[in-house]
């Protein structure tokens, strides 16, 4: 993460005369190109270009790219305690366990909200999951761009009051309609948990092993949600089903206040507040950071910023390929949402809290696969040590989990297909 872009935000041809006067600033601050540059009494120290000689300002330019490969390896000093790293680990396993949990609450209650609405289209009842579901798709698209235009915490909250709020009118749903559209809503602001989270933990987590082993928690986290969600659904919408929503305003709410304590994690952004101060303190207006310098407006969004994810999946073969690996894993994994009740209500005749419970084995099941991660990435940290081949080509280093995991994913599926009967328990 860089202050600044390498000599080209102060040097365009729009801004020719930046050259000479203004001054750039380093996630650190940066270290004085030479004796005569002013040095300000602040916490950060920067450097002043004169324009004499185009000599000095070549040295001041490989100063600022210096400044800026030692800034890629660090991180704002408010950043580096480990309390500090762990609340926001914590924050967002709280923000996607709000939001899957929210995804799969209508699981164990359809079999009332069914009949109360009058449905009993079987291509209907699921709607209220696969509309969520729809969220997810769609909200990622905007949510995770625009964090890095207007900050990670700004969008969690926004988002995250939104999917608060308009949780309301579907526990309040006078119609089939209204429920289906706040639920979609609500799908789409929940998704920004599962958008922005991950570059979150990037900009905390430096260090690849342990940010790696941090986004497995996460993933790990994920499951939790949905798990707990037919349980909840299942034993309380037997006393209403407008309750199972309720239950789940409740979870976030009290989640909302663990949240906004969040502290902002983008560099640019934290940079962007250390100069304004800089430049209040000094009165030298001249100071600046790249990210100031980046054009803005409802253009500039909607034609570079929000494009950016779709042109990564047209052009790039990796980030396509995982997408469909994981739109294939998030199906089946969602399918189970609609089977289980099905096999266990319809077959087993278990009520619906009960049923519930036979989703556990899932959560199990991640806890498990999170502890092979684990283990494996020690496996890939030795054969790095060693310099084995596999170990030496980046996209090598994640692909015997996924070997492993999608053919056990088939053989699960076809394992609950064929024991689901009367006679097998």
């Known amino acids: 993460m860089s202050g600044f872009n390498g000599g080209q935000g102060s040097r365009s041809p729009n801004n020719d005369s930046l050259a000479s006067s203004d001054t750039l600033v380093g996630d650190q ?241 934290i940079l962007k507040k250390r100069v304004k101060r800089i430049r209040k303190e000094t009165g030298n207006p001249n100071v600046f950071v790249r990210i100031e310098l980046e054009k803005k407006g409802a253009k500039q969004i909607a034609t570079v910023t929000l494009m950016r994810p779709l042109h990564m999946i047209v052009c790039e073969a990796i980030v396509l390929f995982t997408c469909l690996y994981l739109l294939i894993a998030y199906a089946i994994f969602y399918l189970f949402f609609e089977a289980y009740p099905l096999i266990f209500e319809g077959i087993y005749h278990m009520s619906p809290g009960v049923a519930g419970l036979a989703f556990l084995p899932i959560l199990v099941g991640a806890i498990f696969a999170l502890a092979i991660f684990i283990y494996y990435d020690s496996v890939l940290q030795r054969a790095k040590k060693a310099n084995a081949y596999w170990a030496s080509i980046e996209e090598f280093h994640r692909l015997p989990l996924a070997c492993f995991g999608g053919p056990l994913y088939v053989i699960s599926l076809f394992w609950l297909g064929w024991t689901a009967s009367p006679n097998i328990y």
């Open 29 to 269: 601050g940066v270290e004085e190109p030479s004796a005569q540059h002013e040095k300000l009494d602040t916490n950060i120290n920067f450097p002043h270009i004169k324009s004499e000689s185009s000599e000095s300002d070549h040295k001041y330019k490989d100063q600022r790219l210096k400044v800026e490969e030692q800034d890629a390896n660090s991180r704002p000093n408010e950043l580096r305690r480990t309390g500090k790293k762990i609340y926001i680990l914590l924050c967002g396993i709280v923000a996607v366990v709000n939001s899957t949990l929210g995804s799969s609450l209508p699981s164990g209650a359809i079999n009332y909200i069914g009949p109360y609405f009058h449905v009993t289209s079987d291509q209907q009842l699921v709607l209220p999951i696969s509309l969520f579901l729809v969220g997810y798709i769609l909200g990622p698209l905007f949510f995770g761009p625009l964090s890095k235009t207007y900050r990670r915490k700004i969008i969690i909250l926004s988002s995250f009051t939104v999917f608060i709020i308009f949780t309301i009118p579907y526990a309040l749903a006078p119609d089939w309609p209204t429920l289906l559209i706040f639920r979609l809503i609500c799908g789409i602001n929940a998704s920004s948990a599962i958008a922005v989270v991950g570059g979150l933990y990037a900009d905390v987590f430096r260090d690849t092993v342990i940010r790696g082993r941090t986004i497995a928690i996460f993933m790990a986290a994920t499951t939790c949600g949905p798990m707990l969600a037919p349980i909840i659904s299942g034993f309380v919408s037997v006393m209403s089903w407008r309750w199972t929503f309720w239950v789940g305003l409740i979870v976030a709410g009290a989640s909302m206040v663990f949240l906004i304590f969040l502290p902002e994690t983008y560099g640019p952004t």
